[in-house]
């Protein structure tokens, strides 16, 4: 699963013998995402309507942003746990910024709250980073201890309290519409089309592909690949840090026990489902986008036909598993 | 080495000691079956929801007695290991996501099964013994553990199967040349996990009289930091039950040591300071061996 420095890297496949891939890895997940949404059009009452298509795309915000990190980490044959605690010591940060503003200044409390939490949340990512290129830790471990010990700072930091507020400024992250858009879907939007062309159109784009590809090689052709590894874990940590701040700005509370809860396995089957192959190498941004909306469809489709939440988790399960299979059987 | 360090004053007490065991039996369990999985290469995140199936099972299987209901949700939680390891092993599917599906569809079972509520242990089964009952002061699940991890010993070092997982771990291709049953060996490892778990979940059921649907919430990853703790490293290949046994213990120790120093007044941790210091714990273990690992040069543990 995860391939950390030093030791053999596992032999290069062989060449077989393959189909001829002739259509887009998205194909897969578009006729998933489009069935899904023909069946409910025709079958939901109400489903057409713009209330709906928020409902869905304000629920599926969090979950992207942080996924499009984790796209990035597990391009590099990577993984990151620990972005749901990352999320909780970014959304105890920011309270903490505005609810008691330095110096008294009430803007200057709100522009650090925007800024600090994210980039704490990002260096801690970069520690994660350092602890898979310095350390040589596999990034499993290496992330697993910010998950164990990330929530604990954040819940050390509140001492555990719930922080509560009304901020409509901080809170427009979360709350605010533009033309009728809820702002976490733009911010959501603006984040994949930014890592889509990243990945798709820049040098650390092609970089991150590479080291996933075949980090030795990578090595070899002189590509950076400690200084690539670490800027992904950073992303990652960034991107986590941000969705905190929407978490806390939509429930206009901030509760260190529960932000993020999960997040890192919501995110990694968002990515799985897109098409990432989570042994690296390959990345689809629009195909992570396109996972997280499917997952979120189906858990909407099973709620409105009144399938209880327990069976629901069941068929997420089988859903996950049918849609890396098919993605399995394509390579 | 790390266990000389160790050594707080009143703490090395026989009750104390055995709390610890008694305490530590379901993670010990789950971090066994969990050691030989990884040992192949593989992973196991669905542990956690496995057992607090298996603990709402047994709760509904305990006025049955004692035996139907620690039979009955072994069982239960074996097959689901089985559908993890055919799913690993025949559909090629990477563990990682294989587990995380049953992850999340054994929490939906355990969910449906219990109607959405702890279900209680039937009183006069005697099934709460089991979990909180001793023998002379060494609680059974104490023994259980122990029990346990000798068999995995024997297994692991002794038995074709067991050189069958370190083989399948240590290179997976060169495996199945030699002949050797890859895919029956992959299906075994994750039937020993969920069998595991299984019986971790009977205890837990059995402690708290009650089947917990909701239980088991990141067991998977204490175990999975016991493992590597105790040395295993998560590419495969190598590992011995022994130390997942010593990662155990000290990640339980860990804990004690600050439940002591609390109850002495000397120091006041709350229990969000433990689970950072658990964190910077592991961290500095995982980094004394990798400069351990890498000295060595590649030596097997």
Redesign the interface.
Known sequence: MTRPEGTTAPPPALPQPRRKRASSPLLGPLVALASLLLFNALFTPNFLTAQTLNVNLTQVATVVIVAVGMTLVIATGGIDLSVGALMAISGAIAPMLFLNPPFGNAALGLGLAFTVPVLVAGLFGLFNGSLVTRFGIQPFIATLILFIAGRGIAQVMTNGQLQTFSNSTFGYIGLGRPLGIPFQVILMLAVVALFAWVMSRTVFGRHVLAVGGNEAAARLAGIPTNRVKLAVYGISGLLAGLAGLIVIAINSSSDANQVGLNMELDAIAAVAVGGTALTGGRATILGTLLGALIIQLIRYTLLARGVPDAVALVVKAAIILVAVYIQRQRR | MLFGSLRYEGFLSTYNVFSVLGYNSMFGLVALGMAFVIMT?G?DLSVGSVAAFASVIAALLSPFGLWPALLGAVAAATLLGLINGV?VAY????????T??????A??????FAG?QSVSVSSESGFTTFGQGNIGGVPYTAILLFVAFVVGAVVLRFTRFGRHVLAVGG?E?AARLMGLPVERTLVWVYVLSGALAGLAGVILASQFGAGQPTEGLGWE?TA??AV?VGGT???GGSGSVGSTLVGVLLLGIIFNILNFENGRGTISL?A?????I???F??LV??LQ?RLT?RRA?GGG
């Open positions: 290469g992973i799913v559909l090629k599917i990477l563990p990682f996501v294989a995380l599906a049953m992850l999340l569809a929490r939906g079972l355990a969910l449906l959405n290179n291709e990853l999975i930091a590597v490293l998560l590419t709350s969000y300071w433990q689970s950072v658990r964190g910077a592991l961290l995982v980094v990798n890498r590649g």
